[in-house]
């Protein structure tokens, strides 16, 4: 995320990413772009929903601590993850919470990202004589 704001702090929360009705998250996770800047030494952030679960698929990952590159975990209970795939029922965000900090972040960036699927009826008015796995075969 770029542009969340500036001098972060706890309990602040980001809206990362739109979902429309009827979307079926399989899964969603942060990644570290660029390095954390800024006074913390304790930074958490959650990810998940404000109006739902704010940990939904990622709890307490380690900002500060984290390295470029680095991806949180899904969220486990003994080994499994037990909240994905996740559906929506109504029009909701994947949102990112700072969820304890001991100072502000001041800089660095995170990708946030889902893997969705929307099941929502698709109608086309092509047929299957027309479809791109047609012209694969």
Do not use: W
Not at 95 to 112: L, Q
Not at 125 to 132: Q, T
Request: charged share 15%; proline share 2%; with cysteine.
């Amino acid at each position: 995320l770029q542009n969340g704001g500036t001098a972060l702090a706890a309990a602040d929360i980001i809206q990362a990413i739109a979902l429309p009705t009827n979307t079926m998250v399989l899964h969603a996770g942060i990644k570290v772009i660029t390095a954390m800047e800024g006074t913390t030494t304790d930074s958490s952030l959650l990810l998940g929903m404000t109006g739902g679960d704010l940990n939904q698929f990622t709890d307490a990952f380690d900002y500060d601590g984290a390295s470029v590159g680095d991806h949180s975990g899904p969220q486990l209970s003994s080994a499994v993850a037990t909240l994905v795939p996740f559906f929506t029922a109504a029009a909701d965000t994947i949102d990112v919470e700072i969820d304890a900090s001991s100072g502000t972040i001041t800089g660095g960036i995170i990708r946030v990202y889902a893997v969705c699927i929307i099941m929502d009826d698709v109608t086309q008015s092509g047929s299957a004589a027309e479809v791109d796995r047609d012209l694969l075969a």
